[in-house]
Antibody, heavy 119, light 108 residues
Framework: QVQLQESGPGLVKPSQSLALTCTVS??????????WSWVRQPPGKGLEWLGY???????HYNPSLKSRITISIDTSKNQFSLKLNSVTAADTAVYYC???????????WGQGALVTVSS | SYELTQPPSVSVSPGQTARITCSGD??????AYWYQQKSGRAPVLVIF???KRPSGIPERFSGSSSGTMATLSISAAQVDDEADYYC???????????FGRGTKLTVL
């Protein structure tokens, strides 16, 4: 059974960069049938798709974040990562990593990692 | 940008059918997906490709789509079905993935 687990700092200062890693277990991240995605949810609010990466490094981002976001992949570690630059309090959220199928739905999710942007 | 519009809340009595709608301009040509999210938990897919149910999801959950509106129906709603439900789809080009703002289902 595939499992995903987010890790990274829970507190980031404004204007700095947020960095999270998702470790995939129970399956290979190099499977060509999936995209590896990030979704976030501000406290008390709805879900927002951030972007995805394929195992060969093809990326696609939400245009609302395109200038600040980078998603990368490390196939040797079965991990993919999120970096969000120039964060503000509006970036405070639970960040989920998820596996997206070729039919464009998320079939496995991490448990979520709360990242708070505050000085 | 592209938006999917859902009602903020729906309330039904136990045993009734709950219907949650999702409207979007691209829905006539793009599939709708539905996620259930209980408090403090990651979302769970309950319907994919408009009307297909993943294994393990009760038959009480069904989906339909007509024109610019997709609908999630939960028959014989139970208190355990109380959750936030999000529709999900893509824009007309298939580039942008979008969640609706979510609908809080209350069963009481």
């Amino acid at each position: 059974q595939v499992q995903l687990q987010e890790s990274g700092p829970g507190l980031v200062k404004p204007s700095q960069s947020l960095a999270l890693t998702c470790t995939v277990s129970g399956g290979s991240i190099t499977s060509g049938d999936f995209y590896w995605s990030w979704v976030r949810q501000p406290p008390g609010k709805g879900l927002e798709w951030l972007g995805y990466i394929s195992y060969i490094g093809t990326t696609h981002y939400n245009p609302s974040l395109k200038s600040r976001i980078t998603i990368s992949i490390d196939t040797s570690k079965n991990q993919f990562s999120l970096k969000l630059n120039s964060v503000t309090a509006a970036d405070t959220a639970v960040y989920y990593c998820a596996r997206e199928t070729v039919t464009i739905y998320f079939d496995h999710w991490g448990q979520g990692a709360l990242v708070t942007v505050s000085s | 940008s592209y938006e999917l519009t859902q009602p903020p809340s729906v309330s039904v009595s136990p045993g009734q059918t709950a219907r949650i709608t999702c409207s979007g301009d691209a829905l006539p040509k793009k599939f709708a997906y539905w996620y259930q999210q209980k408090s403090g938990r990651a979302p769970v897919l309950v319907i994919f490709e408009d009307n297909k149910r993943p294994s393990g999801i009760p038959e009480r959950f069904s989906g339909s789509s007509s024109g610019t509106m997709a609908t999630l129906s939960i028959s014989a709603a139970q208190v355990d079905d109380e959750a936030d439900y999000y529709c999900f789809s893509t824009d007309g080009r298939g580039d942008l993935r979008v969640f609706g703002r979510g609908t809080k289902l209350t069963v009481l």
